[in-house]
């Protein structure tokens, strides 16, 4: 929710142009590659998917209102992530395998009782769990072709990167400070001269 809360960390990318009346198949884009939550009772640790910018339980998409007046394409990428902590998972299993020991009067399961266990436990706090959920501001300016993630996550820039340009069968250039200058005018031979330059002081040495 970093665009809505106003924060200015983000990544930026540069796209191609939409086609003509993209409106219609953006949305059905979007919508095919909308997020589904997780079953818990499945061995799934982490999923995403595009959701509205305002609601993150929904990943329909209206064509007539899929570009704001200013311009902007904005959705969110949520990433849902379920999985039993280390210790949690420990502490569970442990209790069970002493429990069934004092039950059947013995000293301690074998390997093979215990590695089941493990995938009952597993089973059942996954039932009992919320996946943590992430979601992630995307605003695409359709005029420009500027894409801005606002998130620095190199994690979350991947699952952008791989799902954008799946979902809109095109490719994301990264824009780095090279990319910058370029866009700016500067060739590239400008841009390598800029390595040679020395730093200058700006403030005032004392005597």
Not at 46 to 60: C, H, I, L, P, T
Not at 101 to 110: G, I, M, P, T, V
Request: glycine share 6%; net charge neutral; hydrophobic share 45%.
């Amino acid at each position: 929710m970093a665009l809505a809360s106003g924060s200015v960390s983000y990544l930026r990318f540069f796209v191609a142009p939409p086609p003509e009346g993209f409106e219609r198949l953006y949305a059905e884009q979007l919508g095919a590659l909308r997020f589904v939550e997780i079953d818990p009772r499945s061995e799934v640790e982490k999923v995403n998917g595009w959701v509205q910018f305002d609601d993150a339980f929904a990943g329909d998409f209206d064509p007539g209102t899929l570009v704001t007046p200013s311009g902007y394409l904005l959705f969110r990428l949520r990433i849902d992530t379920l999985k039993i902590p280390a210790g949690t998972m420990k502490a569970y299993v442990d209790q069970e395998a002493m429990n069934r020991c004092k039950a059947q009067n013995r000293e301690k399961l074998s390997r093979k009782e215990l590695d089941q266990l493990k995938l009952e436990v597993k089973k059942q706090l996954r039932l009992r769990s919320l996946p943590k959920l992430q979601l992630v501001d995307i605003a695409w300016n359709i005029q420009s072709g500027e894409v801005r993630l606002f998130s620095a996550s190199k994690a979350v820039a991947a699952a952008f990167v791989e799902l954008f340009e799946k979902t809109f069968q095109t490719n994301l250039q990264a824009v780095g400070l090279r990319s910058v200058l370029w866009l700016r005018g500067m060739n590239e031979a400008e841009v390598d001269s800029l390595s040679l330059l020395e730093p200058e002081r700006f403030h005032l040495i004392p005597r």
